[in-house]
């Protein structure tokens, strides 16, 4: 087997935990590929609900995953993602403080509950190459933390 570019692995706590599952593409034309949720919660209006996947990314040093809402959840149901759009860098794999887990952060702008149930499908992610400028100088070489690690204002 060749060198392994990109895709999906539990984080060590939820390896043993049939609640959490790996992202999938539900159609072999989908672009992205479908988040799931390992708990039951009930996000009210004008609240935010936090979801710990579970799953970490490996990917290429020039590529990102986004998370976006599902379109779905959208429109019908007011649900996004409180950062609306979320990017899981390549440094964040295995990173020291979380391992890499993959933190989903719903927010209800509708007016009606918002039931979550194990195995619901709560976001979705698609892969992007990242393009860097000429004069590109990063500010450091490793990430020293986790989630929000990269910037410190």
């Known amino acids: 087997m060749g060198e392994q570019l990109r895709g999906f ?18 159609t072999a034309g989908s672009a992205a590929y479908d988040f799931f949720s390992p708990v039951e ?8 609900g936090k979801i710990e996947t579970g799953v970490k990314v490996y990917m290429q040093p020039d590529e990102g995953l986004f998370i976006i809402t599902r379109s779905g959840n959208g429109t019908k149901r007011r649900i996004t993602l409180a950062n609306n ?5 390549s440094d964040y794999y295995d990173n020291e ?15 009606e509950d918002f039931k979550v149930k194990v195995g619901d499908k709560i976001a979705q992610g698609y892969f992007q190459k990242v393009l860097l400028a000429d004069n590109d100088r990063p500010l450091a070489e490793r990430r020293t933390g986790g989630l929000g690690s990269t910037g410190t204002r």
């Open 97 to 111: 403080s979380n391992e890499g887990e993959i933190i989903i952060m719903l927010a209800n702008e509708g007016e």
């Open 41 to 48: 919660m009930v996000i009210k209006p004008g609240e935010k």
């Open 9 to 26: 692995e539990l984080v060590t706590r939820a390896k043993d935990n049939d609640e959490f599952k790996l992202p999938v593409r539900s």
């Open 85 to 89: 759009t979320a990017l899981i860098d």
